[in-house]
Structure formats: C-alpha cells, structure tokens
C-alpha cells in the first residue's frame, strides 16, 4: 500500500494507511486474476473543525429556505423534477440559473429557474466557503403537492385532482385540470411573475440610485406590492407597502400618490379579512381626497364606495349611511 495522491492532510494521510492494515487479509481473488490486481482507492473524509461544518450546514438551510420559499408549483397532471444549477458569489449575488436535467415539461422547467431568480439575493456565503458556489437544485412539481390535494370531503382525504362540490354539498364531480381557463390562470400567474423580476430589478436601482428611503424607491416598493397581492403573496406585500408609505406620507405634492397607495393597501387588507386594519386606511384616504387637488374623481368615488361597504361589513351602519348619502349628493 501506497498513496498515489496525498490529501495535503499528513494525518489524514496517515490514518487511511493506518485503517487498510487494520482490514488483514482480503478474500481470495478469483482465479481469473493470474497476475494480482492494482486498485486505486479514493477515500473523502469531511471537514474535521466542528465549528467550520456547522457554520456550513447553517448556510445550505438558509439557502435552501430562501429557495423553498420562492417555489411556485405549476398545475400540472403528474409528477415532475427538474435540476437547476444555481450559481451564487460570496456576497449572495446570483451568477446565473441554468437547468442540468430538464423535467421533460416546459412549465416546470421555467418554473424552477423562475425560483432560482427571484430568490436572490442569497445569503451571504460564511467565510468556510470559497468565493463561488454552485448548487444542483431539484425541485418536484406535481398534482400531489397542491394544496388542493390535501382538502377532505365529509373526513375523506380528496384524491388528485380538482373538484367541484354540487350545490347540496353531497357530491363531488372531478374537473379536467387542463382546460382553457386554467392555462390561461398559469399563463397569467408566470407573467406576472416575470413583472415581479422586473419589478424588483427596477426597485435595486432606484435604491442604488436615490436610496432606500427615497420617493423613487416608495413608488417602485407600490409596484411590487401591487404585483405581490395578484400573486397572492400577501405577507411580502404588506412590508412593501409599509416600505412604501413614509417617503410618500413626507412629501406634500405627492397627494394623488398618496391616495392611491392608501387605497391599494386597504385593499390588500380588505381582501385577506383584515378589516380592522384596512378602515384608517379608507378613512385617510377619503379625507385626503377631499383636501387634495389632481386627484382623480372616478378613483376617489370608489374610494369612497369600498369605504362604506367596509363600515357596513364591520357593523358601523350609521357611519357607513353618512358616506352613502355623501356619494347621492355628488354631481
């Protein structure tokens, strides 16, 4: 025994010499092999600092949380992976998102590169790490990991696929998952995704450009909480807005802006059953139409409008009455 190729590691070195000895005799060879028989044998050992290996493992969860989270699973009949090669810098930044295995569907292979992108920035790398990684990511597509899936009717876990529940509520009649409606869904969720890469590249420069607490960024934080609401992704909706609302709320021409920022995140609220939250937004938003020229009269009517259906879903009539007899009064 020999080693053809050191480790760099002496006692790594040494310990491997020192483990095949303990081994002892090996089976007899087969009486094929006349001569004996040379065997080059790699051995991998990991990272013997603890501390090193921890700071490692940290980073791969994080990174494979912030990718988890920016999965979004296409409607699809069957079950699907697909691999992208996801390449990062030491500061987080994505060099690029490639697929190694496609799934064999255009949908998912999109799908997952989509993820790649839209979870940058990363972490950034710890300093056991080199100064470029790349990881092969599979993601899994499929019927099964819908949410819809996991619904029971009457205690009976649902099967895959959709279904349709008859107006009695006694039967279950299966839909076709693919049918026009629903491409069109898919089509109209993956742009607007796309607008939301856009969107948010749009908003890095701003803030590179102005900063973060500037006009330029609030308006660009709008867009990208408008986008997250049509994704359904409330929760990164709510911090752009709130992102959003001091630089407008400081600058006194910025009144049309405000209006309708104040009325966008109510909305948001209103959709997600958080009343509570949505009401001063409304009643801010009324106020200002009121006091503030060049906002738009259409816009403020609605405004006004969803502010009484909302003083009505919340039980304050009387209130709701006032804003009503206000809008008959308009010309």
Known sequence: MNIKEPSGDQFFDDATLESMRAIGNLPPMPKAAINGMTLDYTFHAGNRNQSKKADNEAYINAFSRKVNSCWRNPKVDRDYQVTVAITVVKTGKLVKAEITKSSGNRLVDEAGVKAAKRAEPYPPMPATLSDKMTVNYTFQAGPGKDVVNKMQFNGVPLPQGDYQISSSGAQLKPLDVDTAINRKLQEREAQAQDRMLVLKSRLAQEESKYGAQSLQAAKAQHAVANCAVELHDYKEAEAAFKAALPAVEADPAQGAELHLLLADFAQMYAITARLRAAAPLLSRACELGKATT??????????????????????????????????????
């Open 294 to 331: 060049g906002i738009d009269p259409a816009r403020h009517h609605k405004v006004m409008q969803d502010y009484a259906r909302l003083l009505y879903k919340m039980g304050r009539t009387t209130e709701g009455d006032g804003l009503y007899k206000e809008l008959r009064a308009k010309p």
